[in-house]
């Protein structure tokens, strides 16, 4: 009658390793996107020398005094950032007035 009794842990502990490889299978390896991957590898592209430069964001402002900006490679066809060496100053305005009194130099 033990003997009986192992019969069904058994079969049980087969069927659930018969489905590993499945599920293995079926999902993709973490990380494994290819744009994650290039932004993840992302590599510098041409530089272009900057004089007195002013870049103006929503509520943000870059003045590039001078230095040279160099563009990373395209992801999925699109710049996706740059990287700025040089002398420069970043100004933000707060977009709200009740912000002004939160947000102060330092």
Request: one cysteine or more; proline letters at 8%; hydrophobic letters at 40%.
């Amino acid at each position: 009658m033990s003997k009986m009794a192992h019969f069904p842990s058994l079969g049980l502990l087969f069927i659930y390793l018969l489905t590993i490889p499945a599920k293995a299978q079926q999902s993709p390896a973490p990380n494994s996107d290819p744009t994650y991957q290039q932004l993840k590898n992302v590599s510098l592209r041409e530089a272009v020398e900057v004089k007195d430069l002013t870049l103006k964001r929503d509520a943000g402002t870059f003045h590039l005094r001078s230095g040279s900006v160099c563009f990373l490679a395209p992801v999925s066809g699109k710049v996706t950032g740059a990287v700025f060496t040089g002398d420069g100053v970043f100004t933000i305005e707060p977009m709200l007035s009740f912000l002004c009194s939160s947000v102060r130099p330092v």
